[in-house]
């Protein structure tokens, strides 16, 4: 920012994910997982489910997987398990989130966390949940461990947790997957927030920050489940259907292309 701002004159907007004294955004560490959270919500909606009546294992517990379990809890829902790469904990009544961010933020891990019992970290992809949150690693769930999964909703909260074969596998059980291009969205959305005010040169609260990501998530979230019926294809299809459709609407307003084309 202060190189760029050298020659163009001052731009904070020039990049996102700033500190809050140098002109970021409320919000934006939390906002991956909100975003999560979000679209979560819409899914239990979508199959006439409560935060109650599910159960939650969460892989990973940095920025998104440590907010997506505290937001998630926050509604009512026991994570009843998460792991990193050092191990895992669980507590079937659901584990003290604020109590594991504390000791994650003092050991660098979840493993050794006192509220729970101790299991191999990649034992968590087979957890007996209702909701799975792949939060942390690239092809978490494979064709060699897909067949364990027992969460009916997976909300991919990491970029590529599942790979192309499990997905497909996943599919064909009746799994409800909300994959990362809509699950994870919150972030960028926010960095979108956090450029927006800084062209504005203004600052918002940090109500208004999560009720306009909330509302964003939630039109994207319908938005795909909307072509996803329409098309009778999976919400990871539909999502780049949605988007290929978008940038091809585009292309036709600026008469890129022929117009006789149909989207």
Not at 14 to 41: H, I, N, Y
Not at 133 to 160: F, K, M, Q
Not at 209 to 214: G, K, N, P, R, S
Request: charged share 25%.
């Amino acid at each position: 920012m202060d190189k760029y701002s050298k020659y163009a004159g001052f731009s904070p907007g020039v990049v996102t994910g700033k500190p809050l004294d140098l002109f970021g955004s409320e919000g934006r560490d939390e906002a991956t997982g909100r975003g999560v959270m979000v679209v979560l919500r819409e899914a239990l909606e979508e199959r006439g489910r409560s935060w109650s009546d599910i159960r939650v294992a969460i892989q990973g517990f940095g920025n998104v997987g440590s907010n997506s379990a505290r937001l998630i809890a926050g509604q009512g829902a026991p994570i009843v398990a998460v792991a990193d790469h050092l191990g895992g904990v669980s507590n079937d009544d659901g584990l003290d989130i604020d109590a594991l961010q504390a000791w994650a933020g003092e050991y660098r891990t979840v493993k050794g966390f006192p509220g729970g019992k101790a299991f191999d970290g990649p034992d968590i992809i087979g957890w007996d949940v209702d909701v799975l949150v792949p939060a942390a690693l690239e092809d978490a769930i494979t064709d060699e461990n897909v067949a364990s999964v027992r969460a009916d909703i997976i909300v991919e909260g990491a970029n590529g947790p599942t790979s192309p074969a499990a997905h497909e596998v996943l599919v064909k059980r009746g799994v409800l997957v909300v994959p990362d291009i809509l699950a994870n969205a919150g972030g960028v959305t926010v960095s979108y927030f956090e450029w927006t005010q800084n062209i504005q040169q203004f600052r918002w609260q940090k109500d208004r920050v999560d009720e306009e990501l909330t509302r964003k998530m939630r039109a994207a979230y319908a938005a795909v489940r909307a072509v996803a019926e329409e098309e009778k294809i999976d919400r990871r299809i539909a999502a780049f259907v949605l988007a290929i459709r978008r940038v091809g609407k585009a292309a036709i307003a600026r008469a890129y292309v022929s117009e006789d084309i149909v989207l």
